[in-house]
């Protein structure tokens, strides 16, 4: 994925591509701030999937409010967002019992 605007550091060799949705009816800010030397925030409108890379032990953070104010409403971690294709298998996921899998982050 080329990087137009606010590039990963070049010391970020596990980034992973995530997918945030906005299954509100309000506008959102997400963000990512805890990253050393990069910043990330974008508008998310109802409704809009919002698709990312970032670095493996980044958190999203999602604010929600109205026109002058804003409350940090939730805080993902980045793994919780991972986009895979049909035939990956989930890299935070391990093996049961039942040949299932239980993810590590739920």
């Not at 953070?61 to 409350?71: D, K, L, N, Q």
Request: charged letters at 15%; a negative charge.
């Amino acid at each position: 994925m080329p990087h137009t605007l606010d590039p990963l550091p070049q010391d970020n060799a596990d980034e992973i591509f995530c997918c945030y949705v906005n299954s509100t009816s309000q506008i959102q800010i997400a963000r990512i701030t805890n990253v050393h030397n990069w910043y990330f925030e974008r508008v998310v409108f109802p409704g809009q999937r919002l698709i990312f890379e970032a670095p493996n032990y980044g958190y999203l953070e999602i604010h929600t409010g109205m026109m002058a104010s804003s409350i940090l409403s939730d805080k993902i971690p980045c793994q919780q967002l991972i986009v895979l294709g049909e035939d990956e298998p989930h890299p935070f996921a391990m093996p049961t019992a039942n040949n299932g899998l239980e993810y590590a982050h739920q």
